[in-house]
């Protein structure tokens, strides 16, 4: 009982009440927990990320046969050019967020004019922005290191060694070194994206803790759906290309 008692005050000093942290403790089971599960290599090999990555090892297969690669180079150059597209956005959001910080009373008097929604004092404000804050900070690393890892790969392809001149088993074990830093690149890339999905999700924690709880479930689903069972993943898995599908996960 006296424990009850010290977590609902801990709680009131930060103008949270239990079912906020009942939200934030789903909140980060969903968007941990789907990480690390997501990783095991038996659930890696079924998605959609392991069966592109497959693809990604024929590609690079592919590229070490071929004498001109500038085609390959000039593909892995526009892919980066995304993960630097939402690097730059995820600074814009920071910026945004940062200058709504400590405007709570301001915004909670918006947000009061709606239905459906609790009223919450600054410090709960300021908490929840914070929260944004934090997930778009992680995605904005993601995004700058698969960025950078790209530029990795077009290094790795450049060096792949001739065609006419080098051994098969030789460009074969660089192709193979080339498709898993692309693949770390997209893994990056990929965990970047999860952010923003799970960051639009937290905006329902500014209206009720039960809508942030309700947003975060489905953001969920959509992500186990177009990972798992997408139409995308369906077609990729249809026939036998998937013949590396046995490697290890990145």
């Known amino acids: 009982m006296t424990a009850d008692i010290i977590w609902q005050f801990n709680l009131s000093d930060f103008g949270l009440s239990p079912l906020d942290a009942w939200a934030f403790g789903w909140f980060l089971v969903c968007t941990v927990g789907y990480n690390l599960v ?67 009373e301001h915004a909670q008097a918006v947000l009061d004019k709606l239905p459906f929604t609790t009223h919450v004092n600054p410090i709960a404000w300021d908490i929840k922005i914070i929260v944004l804050m934090i997930v778009f900070i992680y995605a904005f690393f993601k995004f700058a290191w698969a960025f950078r890892l790209a530029h990795y790969s077009m290094i790795l392809m450049g060096a792949t060694p001739a065609a006419n001149l080098a051994p098969l088993d030789e460009r074969n074990a660089h192709a193979v070194r080339s498709g898993r830093i692309a693949g770390i690149a997209a893994e990056h890339g990929n965990l970047g994206l999860r952010a923003y999905y799970f960051g639009m999700a937290a905006i329902g924690w500014f209206f009720h803790p039960i809508g942030f709880i309700i947003t975060t479930t489905l953001v969920m689903m959509v992500v186990t759906r177009r990972e798992f069972f997408s139409r995308t993943l369906s077609v990729l898995t249809d026939n036998q290309t998937r013949t590396i599908s046995t490697s290890p996960p990145i």
């Open 38 to 104: 997501t990783s095991l290599p038996p659930l890696w090999r079924g998605s959609l990320v392991g069966a592109i990555q497959s693809q990604r090892m024929v590609w690079m297969a592919n590229m070490a046969q071929r004498q001109d690669r500038v085609i390959d180079v000039l593909l892995i150059s526009n892919l980066a050019t995304g993960n630097s597209f939402f690097a730059s956005t995820s600074i814009v959001i920071l910026g945004a967020l940062s200058a709504v910080l400590g405007s709570g």
